[in-house]
């Protein structure tokens, strides 16, 4: 019963069409943004998001719209996933190369 709690039904196609859903619905969404109809452009980022909740993009969009809508605590949120992302990466890139840097350094004969 828990595994179908954390069904996703994207899980079902495979990485690259997940990634060029993602991205239709945050360019879709942006169009929307620049007509003006901000709660269609949410409801597409939304969608993006549901596929890939960490798409940098589509929840700095949804955070910019939130915030246009004045729904500012929403947007904080939006913008404090995105730093927390972006720490993850900054921080996995610097023990990478740490780890290349001690690795240069062993003596493997």
């Not at 619905?25 to 943004?33: D, H, I, M, R, T």
């Amino acid at each position: 019963m828990e595994a179908s709690r954390n069904f996703n039904i994207f899980d079902l196609i495979g990485s690259s069409q997940r990634e060029k859903l993602v991205g239709f619905y945050n360019c879709k969404g942006v169009e929307l943004a620049d007509e003006g109809k901000l709660i269609e452009a949410l409801n597409y980022f939304n969608k993006a998001l549901l596929i890939d909740q960490m798409c940098k993009d589509a929840l700095f969009n949804r955070a910019t719209i939130k915030a246009d809508l004045g729904k500012f605590d929403e947007a904080r949120q939006d913008f404090s996933i995105i730093s927390t992302i972006n720490f993850s990466v900054t921080t996995a890139k610097s023990i990478q190369i740490t780890s290349l840097n001690h690795l240069s350094k062993i003596n493997f004969f």
